[in-house]
T-cell receptor, first 116, second 110 residues
């Protein structure tokens, strides 16, 4: 149980385009999902907390207009990187909190974004 | 806000030896402390967790200890195996967000 999927796993795009990443909880309902960014050999940097049916809460320094988050249902959250630039290239990982346990976060497999 | 520090950043041990990773936290309201293992290019996987009402928890070769007074918790891996090689992250939570440590890269030498 507690499986989180993420799509796509890898994406290459041209500078200026927008990229949408989907995060799904497959076998549980997630009232809260989290979006992280991870640089090589670094820790997980929380970007935003996504709550179903409400606006996301962004961490300091994260541009909400650049990283659009939508949590449309209890099993789906999306992150859209708008007008991507090379400095946005990174590994993006989502996690979901199980409605039942409200404690443990389960991580998606991550999306590696490369902006040319 | 919460500040989690993790040491060491890198750790090499001989196969069969024990490995210990330590974390400290700053917010006394934190009450949940998970540990994640992340292999290269893969997702973090929860390996063990502990709540603030417990001082120690063990699961086969893995154990975690918590000292609430000193605000530190540790991961202990005994009889290490090459497949234990990975990056390990600790985290502290007050019930909403997780605050992650900076990670420990563990290498188990065969």
């Amino acid at each position: 149980g507690a499986v989180v999927s993420q799509h796509p796993s890898r994406v290459i795009c041209k500078s200026g385009t927008s990229v949408k990443i989907e995060c799904r909880s497959l076998d549980f309902q997630a009232t809260t999902m989290f979006w992280y960014r991870q640089f090589p050999k670094k820790s997980l940097m929380l970007m935003a907390t996504s709550n179903e049916g409400s606006k996301a809460t962004y961490e300091q320094g994260v541009e909400k207009d650049k990283f659009l988050i939508n949590h449309a249902s209890l099993t789906l959250s999306t992150l859209t990187v708008t007008s991507a630039h090379p400095e946005d290239s990174s590994f993006y990982i989502c996690s979901a909190r199980d409605w039942g346990t409200q404690e443990t976060q389960y991580f998606g497999p991550g999306t590696r974004l490369l902006v040319l | 806000g919460e500040n989690v520090e993790q040491h060491p950043s890198t750790l090499s041990v001989q196969e069969g030896d024990s490995a210990v990773i330590k974390c400290t936290y700053s917010d006394s309201a934190s009450n949940y402390f998970p540990w994640y293992k992340q292999e290269l290019g893969k997702r973090p996987q929860l390996i063990i967790d502990i709540r603030s009402n417990v001082g120690e928890k063990k699961d086969q070769r893995i154990a975690v200890t918590l000292n609430k007074t000193a605000k530190h918790f540790s991961l202990h891996i005994t009889e290490t195996q090459p497949e234990d090689s990975a990056v390990y992250f600790c985290a502290a939570s007050t019930g909403n967000q997780f605050y992650f440590g900076t990670g420990t890269s563990l290498t188990v030498i065969p």
